[in-house]
C-alpha cells in the first residue's frame, strides 16, 4: 500500500496561484494529481514516472501548473499559477496509475491517493 500525504491548497483570487505538496514513501512507477469538483467528473490533472522523463498535463492546466520534485525528501510540489475559477475542487495526490500518458486522460485510474486538499478560486 502506497502511503502518501498532501499538504498546502486554500482560498485564492482568480490569477493567483497555489501549491501543494506531497510526499511518498513507497516507489511508484507513476504518480500525479487528478481532482474533483461538485458535479464534474474526475479529471487527471498530471502525472509521471519518478525515475523517467516527461511529464503528462490536462490540457486545461497546460502552461500555468508546474510541478517540482526533491528525491531527497520525496517531495513533489505542484505549483498552480493562474488560477481560475474552473479549477476549484479537491486535490488528491495519487500513484500507483500505470502509463502516466493514460492516466490524464478520461477514464485514468490512479490506484492510491492522499486525503485531498481543497482549492478555492473565486
Known amino acids: 500500500h502506497v502511503q502518501l500525504v498532501e499538504s498546502g491548497g486554500g482560498s485564492v483570487q482568480a490569477g493567483g496561484s497555489l501549491k501543494l505538496s506531497c510526499v511518498i514513501w513507497e516507489v511508484t512507477s507513476c504518480m500525479g494529481w487528478f481532482r474533483q469538483a461538485p458535479g464534474r467528473e474526475r479529471e487527471g490533472v498530471v502525472a509521471f514516472n519518478p525515475a523517467r522523463e516527461g511529464t503528462y498535463w490536462a490540457d486545461s492546466v497546460k502552461g500555468r501548473f508546474f510541478i517540482t520534485r526533491d528525491s531527497a525528501t520525496n517531495r513533489t510540489d505542484l505549483h498552480m499559477d493562474d488560477l481560475r475559477p474552473e479549477d476549484t475542487a479537491w486535490y488528491y495526490c495519487?500513484?500507483?496509475?500505470?502509463?502516466?500518458?493514460?492516466?490524464?486522460?478520461?477514464?485514468?485510474?490512479?490506484?492510491?491517493w492522499g486525503q485531498g486538499t481543497q482549492v478555492t478560486v473565486s
Open positions: 495519487a500513484a500507483d496509475c500505470g502509463d502516466p500518458e493514460l492516466a490524464i486522460k478520461p477514464g485514468g485510474v490512479f490506484g492510491y
